[in-house]
């Protein structure tokens, strides 16, 4: 039987300018989706992405080259999968200076 486990990293939390989703350790899973859901929205233009990263040890990141599409309307929800990574993930990215997008994002592991 497969093991999975879902953590919610943002609740009701707004990006603006750079921001960086929580990491979170995940060396024992084999394959992970992040899913990104728009609580508000505001000018965010269509093709906007963060980037996911690895890290072996939670403090020092790369890209690994997998891109998250961000939600663009309210109620929108967006994923990226990812697999072979290493021990711990996060994504990071920038929105334009007049722009804001208020999310909850889920990480789902599974073995």
Not at 37 to 57: F, H, M, T
Request: net charge negative; aromatic share 10%.
């Amino acid at each position: 039987m497969r093991e999975s486990h879902t953590a919610v990293l943002e609740r009701n939390v707004t990006w603006t300018g750079a921001f960086e989703i929580e990491p979170y350790e995940t060396a024992w899973a084999g394959e992970a989706i992040y899913f990104v859901r728009a609580l508000d929205v505001l000018r965010i233009p269509s093709g906007y992405v963060a980037r996911v990263q690895i890290s072996p040890d939670g403090i020092h990141w790369c890209d690994e080259g997998t891109e998250l599409p961000l939600p663009n309307q309210p109620d929108e929800v967006t994923f990226a999968r990812v697999r072979r990574f290493g021990g711990w993930l996060r994504a990071v990215g920038e929105l334009p200076a007049d722009a804001s997008l208020t999310v909850i994002v889920y990480l789902t592991l599974k073995e």
